[in-house]
Nanobody, 125 residues
Framework: QVQLIESGGGLVQAGGSLRLSCAAS????????MGWFRRAPGKEREFVAA????????NYADSVKGRFTISRDNAKNTVYLQMNNVIPEDAAVYYC??????????????????WGQGTQVTDSS
């Protein structure tokens, strides 16, 4: 099993920045994709960004392209989400995910078998 611990959530003003981190532990050698999903109040869960172990493949949701950057440190088994130019619609609980290789792509929630507890990002504008 893989355990995921998120950190870095908090209050952010519109136009501001925030950096989320997620550290994996346990059977980390089985991890291929790592990424982030989010759920805002009253909305469906949505994909945000994900990155393959090799870092060759990176996916972003259209809503965050050009504003968010996902990165990964395999030596630390950690994935990061740099959030810039935050907008009120980014306020949500952000969930870190990790999963083994899957041909279906990085933006499909079903391929991830490990989910973090979530970290809250709140609009303080």
């Amino acid at each position: 099993q893989v355990q995921l611990i998120e950190s870095g959530g908090g209050l952010v003003q519109a136009g501001g920045s925030l950096r989320l981190s997620c550290a994996a532990s346990g059977r980390t050698s089985t991890i291929y994709g790592m990424g982030w999903f989010r759920r805002a109040p009253g909305k469906e869960r949505e994909f945000v960004a994900a990155i393959a172990r090799s870092k060759e493949f990176i996916n972003y949701a259209d809503s965050v392209k050009g504003r968010f950057t996902i990165s990964r440190d395999n030596a630390k088994n950690t994935v990061y989400l740099q959030m810039n130019n935050v907008i009120p619609e980014d306020a949500a609980v952000y969930y870190c995910v990790a999963g083994p290789w899957n041909y279906r792509g990085l933006n499909v929630p079903d391929i991830y078998d490990s989910w973090g507890q979530g970290t809250q990002v709140t609009d303080s504008s």
